[in-house]
């Protein structure tokens, strides 16, 4: 299948059908690291003074925490000590996969997808000594908004080529430029470098768009994989299939941060007009000068002049009370439609009911039941694409990597974890009802789901309690005696000397 180069001369960088995209992003990572007043500048300028919450931070970090706050289990269903599991045990040491996986679950949710990147060498590119950085299989996380994919012209939801593009300004120069870009195909990688012409900055010289100029033959190199897929693989955060782009968890929620800040600026404002307001007294307090005029400065003193010495008790003038009622009473009402539309209970951030005390885990665990559902949405997309990184990491690494021992590429499996706290109890008491009485589940299946723990180490547990038994069944005969007289069951040694004379 002949696909049409999107990097020419003549064309814009960022390339305009992207632009939206990349906008997108920029805007959502201002939000999550709390820098508002740069997204909703028009209340900013109506305000005062400016107030933000930042909800927009908090709901990314909630679904990275409940998805990859526990570590989940990476399994090739045979032994701990087989090549197979050998192999993912190191693909996920080496390269911190648990860390990398919040982080880009965290990237996931801000901008919509993540992207990771298989590659073979140092992880330094050769600053460090090859003792102390050897070449290995590395999995990256690479910045989406550097990532151009390019999709079938028969489905727009598939990507068949990953294109990485990145202007890197010319040592010494001002206006010159040049744009790298790699290129990952099935098979194989390509590199290639452009001129790159300045055509738009901002007031601040910032430059907002390149024009792509003549490409650099020098610049050309083709690299090959010997794995049958790109190196790069797509975790959206979830779609609907339509598109490759996946949905962030921040954007359709603009409007309520937009109204959110606004209301807690307003409030404040009033707070502060109201802090020292003006006194209203009875006729006669004030001095009068020289000719029995009463003076004063309104704007000075805050002090009014009513009629009615008898009539009036002196107090001050506000009408903050009822703003305020009305202010706090709208500021609910959206936070509690942020937390209903972002699918985030009030008992996970603390509000209203979020005491647990006295709860069992299941009845927390129904409490948190839509966070829950949003965390599995997002966990089918991560365990797709989690797959699919591991059996790429094995395929180069056989390829790659001549002392590695050869083995059956699997598809591992991952076990996650709900991210919710374990209640041991609860789930003892379950375990021992469906095991001892009409008995639904093994003893290897309970200790695997109480102590979560693979299905080998299970096995390996059992095997260890049984040999135990067996040792106390071989005893010392002198525990079962009481002054010379037998109680309980009988060595095996006497047992079978009994059995002889019988």
Known sequence: MDLKDIFYKGEYFPLPDHEERIERYIRNDKLVKGNHADVFKDTVKKNEFFINANFAGLIARKSSDFLFGEVPVVSSGKENDSKEQLSLDRITATNKMNTLNYQQALTSAVMGECFYKIRFGQEYGGAFPISYDPKRVLVEALDPKKVYPQTSPFDKSKIVVYHVAEAVKVDGSYDDWTLYVESHYAGKIVYRQFDLKVFRTDRFGTVELFKIGDELAEGYEEQLTGVPVPLVVHIANYNDGLDWKGQDDISEHLALFDEINNRLSQIGSILDKHADPA??????????????????????????????????????????????????????????????????????????????????????????????????????????????????????????????????????????????????????????????????????????????????????????????????????????????????????EEKKEKEGDE
Request: glycine share 6%; proline share 4%.
């Open 279 to 492: 006194l209203a007294v009875p006729t006669g307090l004030l001095q009068d000068d020289g000719e029995g005029n009463v003076h004063f400065q309104v704007a000075l003193n805050k002090v009014f002049e009513v009629m009615g010495k008898e009539d009036i008790i002196p107090q001050y003038i506000t009408n903050a009370n009822p703003q305020l009622e009305q202010a706090f009473r709208e500021l609910e009402m959206l936070l509690e439609f942020l937390l209903s539309t972002t699918e985030i209970p009030a008992v996970v951030i603390g509000l209203k009911d979020s005491g647990t005390s006295g709860n069992s885990g299941l009845s927390i665990k129904w409490r948190m039941n839509s966070l829950l559902a949003k965390i599995n949405r997002k966990r089918q997309f991560f365990d797709d694409g989690l797959k699919r990184v591991y059996m790429i990491a094995q395929m180069l690494e056989q390829y790659a990597d001549p002392s590695i021992e050869k083995h059956e590429i699997i598809v591992p499996q991952i076990k996650f974890n709900d991210g919710l706290p374990q209640d041991d109890t609860e789930i003892a008491n379950r375990m021992a009802i469906r095991t001892n009485g009409s008995q639904t589940l093994s003893r290897k299946t309970a200790l695997m789901v109480m102590d979560g723990l693979s299905e080998e180490q299970a096995e390996a547990e059992i095997k260890r309690i049984e040999d135990e038994a067996e040792q106390a069944m071989i005893a010392d005969p002198s525990i079962f005696n009481v002054d010379g007289v037998k109680t309980g069951a009988e060595p095996k």
